[in-house]
């Protein structure tokens, strides 16, 4: 059965509205189908099937999301294999997970993030090896399977974006983020995630951007420190800049992907249900296999 959505919007119109239709679908039709493929555009695929990882709790069947970077239409393109290949992987009943098939490889949504403007090759897990891989055959990586869902779906279609990433580069002024965080309140900023250099490291010149970020923790504003780098982790108590920041209340988000900080984030405030030190202790933890568990780094 194919449902095509009206009107069609580029995928940079989409957000957490869409997101929660796709998620309240797929949960009017769970039991009349084995598996589910979402078409769409490749600019915010990463995000939107990062956030329908978060959002479909207990689930235990496929939904795979696929799109091209060449159109269907061309003589010439990768639709039709992407879309082959999607439908398979949807039929089968090994992987139940939200997946991103692109090109040759089954990617982990919560570990993807799209890497490539012009090959074909659009979309990679950095941290992750892919979920499976196609040649002449099939090859899955059985060890990444998730354990099997543990109950009946769930469907968490509030999500809370009053957060908002930024990426460091040298020489910022910190007056900037100050006045951000001067100017906001408990309502209007959440979670501020950082795009830090290495492994978390900031400047050590700079004592008051790090008394900054702990007057923003004092305000109820989570600090959460990612990194610039494309594979790796935050270790945040690996040098003497990174132990600062924790003194600060920053937490680290490990080796998650922009994409999955921000969404994971998004999810639990959403949630409702939890306080900001909850939220904190929770980044560092598996939900949908989107971090690595700090004792396998």
Same mark, same amino acid.
């Given at each position: 059965v194919a449902f095509e959505y009206q009107p069609l919007y580029d995928s940079s119109d989409l957000g957490p509205a869409d997101w929660a239709v796709l998620a309240d679908d797929i949960r009017a039709n769970y039991l009349h189908f084995d @598996? &589910?493929?979402?078409?769409?555009?490749t600019d915010t695929m990463a995000y939107t099937a990062t956030a329908l990882s978060f959002m479909l709790e207990n689930l235990g069947k496929p939904v795979v999301f696929t799109g091209s970077q060449i159109p269907l239409c061309e003589p010439y393109n990768?639709?039709?294999?992407?879309?082959i290949m999607a439908l398979i992987f949807a039929s089968r009943d090994?992987?139940?997970e939200v997946s991103i098939f692109f090109?040759?490889?089954l990617l982990r949504a919560c570990r993807s993030t799209k890497v490539n403007t012009h090959r074909l090759l659009a979309f990679d897990s950095p941290n992750m090896e892919p979920l499976a891989t196609i040649g002449i055959s099939i090859d899955e990586n059985e060890h990444l399977s998730q354990p099997p869902a543990r109950g009946a779906l769930r469907v968490h279609s509030r999500m809370d974006t009053r957060l908002l990433t930024i990426r460091l580069v040298? @020489? &910022?002024d910190d007056r900037v983020i100050r006045d951000l965080i001067e100017h906001s309140t408990k309502n209007s900023l959440k979670a501020l995630v950082l795009q830090l250099y290495g492994t978390g490291n900031i400047p050590s010149v700079k004592d008051s951007f790090v008394q900054l970020l702990a007057d923003a923790t004092e305000k109820g504003i989570l600090v959460v420190a990612g990194t610039q780098c494309h594979t790796g982790h935050v270790m945040l108590g690996h040098y003497a800049?990174?132990?600062v920041l924790q003194e600060a209340g920053v937490v680290s988000a490990s080796d998650m992907t922009v994409e999955a900080t921000a969404c994971k984030l998004?999810?639990?405030?959403?949630?409702?249900?939890?306080t900001n030190k909850e939220v904190g202790g929770l980044m560092g933890?598996?939900?949908?296999g989107e971090v690595t568990p700090v004792e396998a780094l």
């Open positions: @598996g &589910f493929v979402v078409l769409m555009g990768d639709a039709r294999r992407n879309l090994t992987i139940n090109h040759d490889r040298p @020489g &910022f800049t990174g132990r998004a999810y639990l405030y959403g949630r409702g249900d939890l933890v598996s939900l949908r």
